[in-house]
């Protein structure tokens, strides 16, 4: 299975004419643009793999002959899975990914940091995915999992308070420990019953 963290931003621009996702709410949707995307990996044994790469900005500020002249580019991601921890039922470990503004040379990194957990109920016949989310507050967050039947979960929606040209302003310095929400969630793993979420973020 694969856990998704990706960091959007909400606006058509951003930050003085930059491209953004243009949409206001967390999806689980492979078509969704993200600024960052980290992607796990992993099963109830061990962690499998991860990557972490964008979607790539344009600078829309200046109109599109300008926009098309300077083309598309893309950060140079960075992501790391730290402090797995593997016991019998449950699989956890830590995630961080950060990406900059490549038409900035530069730019603050976007850093996020997920501290996950998962664990198999088998006399429930239900999965536990639980966590923290922390990094910086600009721009929105969602984080979700892609299960091996295919099934989608969101898990986690952070939308940041920021405006569109002060957000950039909040990525300067280190945020690990800034915590931008906690999730829990259950989900049925036999029957028809739906994903029972318990979603708290700030």
Do not use: C
């Amino acid at each position: 299975m694969y856990l998704f963290v990706r960091r959007y931003a909400p606006f058509a621009e951003f930050g003085g004419g930059f491209e953004g996702d243009v949409r206001t709410q967390a999806t689980t949707s492979s078509t969704a643009t993200a600024r960052t995307v980290g992607v796990v990996e992993f099963d109830n044994t061990t962690v499998r793999g991860y990557k972490s790469f964008s979607d790539g900005t344009q600078f829309l500020g200046a109109g599109p002959w300008l926009a098309r002249k300077i083309g598309k580019k893309f950060s140079t991601m960075k992501a790391a899975i730290m402090g797995v921890n593997k016991s019998p039922g449950s699989i956890s470990f830590t995630v961080f990914t950060a990406g900059s503004n490549p038409l900035v040379p530069g730019a603050p990194d976007i850093d996020t940091y997920v501290d996950f957990k998962a664990t198999w109920i088998a006399a429930s016949g239900t999965t536990r995915y639980e966590g923290v989310v922390r990094g910086d507050s600009f721009p929105n967050a969602e984080v979700f999992i892609v299960e091996e039947n295919k099934r989608e979960v969101l898990l986690f929606d952070f939308q940041t308070s920021s405006s569109k040209n002060t957000g950039p302003l909040r990525l300067v310095g280190e945020h690990a420990s800034v915590v931008l929400g906690t999730f829990g969630v259950n989900v049925v793993a036999i029957g028809p019953q739906a994903p029972v979420a318990r979603v708290h973020g700030s």
